[in-house]
């Protein structure tokens, strides 16, 4: 008898060993049709005090150097503890579908156990009035405190999760005063900040086209308290005609990154666009060094998007499909200008699929898988590094031997930059998308994505989340043990699910992970949207993580 796999209690990812495949470092040149990758230098000036937003306080340099210091003997001491499998050399292996089990919330147990240790409803997302049908949920914490944000609201958390209160969205400029959505929320642990970016958007000519944007990144020292200061990233000035879509932020241990798809209204030309700011300015809310580093979309013959990665620290990552052979990683060292990115092409034996995957579930049987989510522009690629290993996933159409939408990857050993493995997170009854992943403070994974629909004729198993690690308690490498977290009824009416999921590692108990994920249960309106925060590690950390999750952090 076959059982209903949502009772599984384990999941393991098909997994595919590959020959070792270096590619050549050098600098980024030219492109076609005499577009050229180029940095750029300026800097950004905070916008402090006046209505929502207050002057705060900074850390002094020597209490913020002092607790990176510390911060780093933390990382080095539980790096040199850690051990890895090795892969198997002997070529290719036979993947393995995946499954998800369901969770089990516990604080003690096996030191084997996956532990939930929370997953609580975000109640703010499914009211008509402040949420939104594509609820793209994103959260940091800082002990018992939250801080949530969807498509269309913001909100923090004292009690973790527990209840939530609204948290107003400033205006923006006067270019495009109104938030639009892609919002996006992390927490930096050496310097003790959250950092919230919003999109705002303005249709001039009432096409249903945005013709221009900004993007707003708040300063806020206490989750509770007041903004401490913003800053306006403004791509064109007063030409306003530039829309920065896509906007993603990430860390590195001494600066903020924020990539964005900048569409120029009126001729459609993409620049994908990665920006760097000086993070201790970032925190004294002072004018803040900057540095972009930009990619024309002549450059690979059409356009593509970036996301900075998890777990970074003295060197930046970020990756993009060349053709379905061919994955490209960048790399940004801190002492490195924006001109001194570094590209370096990886083949791939496991060819991904473009196109629109069917995905189709839930009691009203529709799809949730468009052609954006599975192509080379790149929007579901993402990715993290940790422990010599950098991963990186996406979603692909079905093909080959995989009969359903599924996620490729490709893991690349850090310290000498050849590959080390081709993952395939895959089942060939239901699909799986929308990965996100972050790196805890042993280098280990954790996973938000989804799983549901098929392309088969016939009611499946509606989109739904679930959380994975892969550690040394699975095996082979981006192997993912899950577990469902959000359980949904109906599929969107759209062809739209989100795709700003968010997994961070839990602070300070930075073994453990924080994510995000939703469902739609009885309809697919605001009021059915489930939005999910979730606590989620290892039962060996469980002393750590019982010890720091209801606490709240002295400033």
């Known amino acids: 008898m076959k059982l209903k796999r949502r009772w599984l209690s384990f999941s393991a990812a098909g997994l595919v060993t590959v020959a070792l495949f270096a590619g050549g470092n050098a600098p980024l040149q030219g492109a076609p049709r005499g577009e050229t990758v180029y940095p750029t230098t300026r800097s950004v000036t905070p916008v402090v005090g006046g209505g929502d937003l207050s002057s705060g306080h900074a850390l002094p340099p020597a209490v913020r150097e002092r607790k990176y210091e510390l911060l780093l003997e933390r990382r080095a001491e539980l790096a040199a503890r850690q051990t890895f499998p090795v892969p198997d050399s002997s070529g290719e292996q036979a993947g393995h579908p995946t499954e998800v089990g369901t969770a089990k ?34 959260a ?18 004292i009690n973790g999760g527990s209840t939530w209160t609204k948290v107003a969205i400033p205006a923006g400029p006067a270019s495009s005063p109104a938030p ?30 945005f013709d221009n944007g900004n993007i707003r990144i708040i300063v806020r020292r206490e989750i509770p308290a007041a903004n401490s200061c913003s800053y306006v990233i403004d791509p064109d000035g007063a030409n306003d005609n530039v829309l920065p879509d896509f906007p993603h932020m990430a860390v590195s241990d001494n600066f903020l990154y924020l990539a964005t798809n ?48 998890e777990g970074a620290h003295a060197t930046m990552y970020f990756g993009a499909l060349v053709n379905t052979t061919t994955f490209r990683l960048f790399r940004w060292p801190e002492t490195a200008l924006a001109g001194g990115v570094v590209a370096q ?27 954006l989510a599975s192509d080379e ?17 996406w979603d692909s159409k079905d093909g080959g031997t995989h009969t359903q939408g599924h996620i490729h990857g490709i893991v690349i050993k850090e310290s000498n930059l050849t590959k080390v493995s081709e993952p395939v997170i895959f089942n060939n009854d239901f699909c799986f ?22 392309k088969d004729v016939g009611t499946e198993d509606p989109p739904t989340g679930f959380v994975g690690i892969d550690d040394d308690k ?29 997994v961070h590692p839990h602070e300070p108990c930075d073994l453990f992970w924080v994510a995000t994920n939703y469902a739609l249960n009885g309809g697919t309106g605001t009021a059915n949207v489930d939005a999910k925060y979730v606590e989620f590690g290892r039962g060996r950390d469980r002393r750590c993580y019982i010890g720091w999750r209801d606490e709240t952090r002295i400033p």
Do not use: M
């Open 180 to 209: 639009c959505c892609d919002q996006e929320v992390l927490y930096d642990q050496g310097r003790a900040i959250t950092l919230w970016s919003v999109l705002y958007a303005r249709d001039f000519d009432a096409d249903d086209d």
């Open 345 to 371: 092409n990886f083949t791939l034996a496991n060819a991904s699929v473009f196109g629109d995957a069917t995905c189709a579930g839930g009691t009203n049987n529709t799809d949730y898988w468009d052609d």
């Open 377 to 393: 522009t790149g929007f579901t690629v993402v990715g993290a590094v940790g422990a010599d290993r950098i991963t990186f996933l």
């Open 262 to 309: 900048e569409i120029t209204n009126g001729t459609n030309a993409q620049v994908a666009k990665v920006r760097r700011f000086n993070l201790d300015n970032i925190t004294d809310c002072v004018t803040a060094a900057t540095q972009t580093f930009s990619f024309g979309e002549g450059v690979l013959g059409g356009p593509r998007v970036f996301r900075p990665i």
């Open 433 to 454: 998308g929308f990965p996100t992943l972050s790196t805890n403070e042993r280098g280990n994974l954790g996973l938000s994505a989804v799983f549901g629909g098929d």
């Open 474 to 502: 699975t095996t082979g490498f981006a192997n993912f043990q899950t577990v469902l977290v959000a359980a949904g009824t109906h599929g969107p009416n759209n062809l739209r699910w989100g795709d700003y999921f968010t």
């Open 105 to 138: 919330t516990r604080v003690h147990g096996n030191v084997n156990e996956f532990v939930i240790g929370r997953n609580n409803e975000n109640t703010l997302a499914d009211d008509a009035g402040v949420g939104s049908a594509l609820a793209e949920p994103s």
């Open 140 to 157: 940091a914490n800082d002990g018992v405190q939250v801080f949530y944000t969807g498509n269309t609201f913001a909100s923090f958390s």
